[in-house]
């Protein structure tokens, strides 16, 4: 600082020597250093004007996100001055533009609706301003937990949408695992513990089905135990109050089945609520070598436990229509060298076959025809 400014007052100096009238010789010789400090001084000036000015202009801030610049759009150091269309390549300019937050951008591109430029994993993406508001309401109302306090597994159920809706998510970073959630809760190890069964709940616990009854709070469980082999039924509703209310021992395997294999297991697979009095409840029993298929009646309202399950038949029991009836696979060798055949019945509520099913159909279960 101090060379500065003795250098400016060197250069005072001389200039003012230098303008005097006498023609000596200390005049030229002020003249001559006037010019050098004076040029010197010029050239930093410029120098430090194009730094700032100048190269400001190219977006190579370090400023991170999207930011503005002399009038520019930048992103980090590029700067967005059209959007180029995915399809037809056709470049437009950018008119003006409005910077929401470092990651988001509007932008107003002629004779085009208006677009959003965001970023997601680290890529900039481009969609239109209504689209992108859509977007983040079914963000808002279907993935947002409304509670801080949500249990991993229940967090897709704890959003607005199904924040007072019981449900039983599967997540596949989980192993597929389900859960029974409410409010952003998982009950799974409660339910299991309500059913009084020694050996359900704690480790080895899993949901091997469910099935909520249409239009309303009610959802039946089937659970499994990998370490003890025990397995159950369970009822979950919402009562009154709206607070979880569960059955105890609706099905138990030892109790009820006492005849399956130790490794035997539940799946749930439909509900016929053709009739207004009760609801027929279908699942599978499944062992290592054989699947059959029981039912059992659930009256709308009450909960007098136990049920009293019954054998419908055979087979591996797919789907139940409206109507009550329901199809079935049977797993057959007819001939060895052909190996293991699968087929498919549809079958009354009273057990009666109604025709067989074009197994071989790419079409889901409940589209599936009869042979003709």
Known sequence: ????????????????????????WYRAIATVIASLIGGVGVLALAVFGYLFFGSSSDCNSNVGGFYENNS???????????????????????????????????????????QIIFTEG???????????????RLHEEYEVPVTPNVDYKCRGGSSKR????????????????KAICYRGEDYTQTLAKQSGQKGLAGDGLRITSTWKVKDLEVMYVALYNDNTGKAAIERVFLNNAGKLAFSRGLIVKSRDIPDASPDASFALFGIDGSDVNF??????????????????????????????????????????????????GFSYIENPQDGRQWSEELIDKKGKKVCDLVSEDIAPTFLQQCKK
Request: with cysteine; proline share 4%; net charge neutral.
């Open 72 to 114: 520019a759009l930048c992103y980090n150091k590029e700067k967005i001055s059209t959007l180029t269309g995915k399809s037809d390549g056709k470049i437009t300019p950018i008119t003006k533009f409005a910077i929401l937050d470092k990651d988001k951008a509007l932008v107003y591109p002629k004779d085009m609706e208006t």
């Open 1 to 24: 600082m101090t060379e500065i400014w003795v250098g400016l007052i060197v250069f005072i100096v001389s200039l003012v020597i230098a303008r005097s009238s006498k023609p000596t």
């Open 162 to 177: 199904y924040f007072n809706v019981l449900t039983a998510p599967q997540k596949s970073n989980n192993d597929g695992a």
């Open 279 to 328: 609801n027929m409840v279908y699942f599978n029993v499944n062992e290592s070598t054989s699947t059959s298929i029981y039912r059992f009646k659930e009256i709308p309202g009450r909960i007098d436990l136990p049920v009293k399950i019954s054998f419908f038949s055979g087979g591996s029991g797919l789907w139940v229509g409206d109507n009550g009836n329901i199809s079935v």
């Open 122 to 136: 680290g890529e900039l993406k481009v969609v239109t301003y209504e689209d992108y508001k859509f977007w983040e």
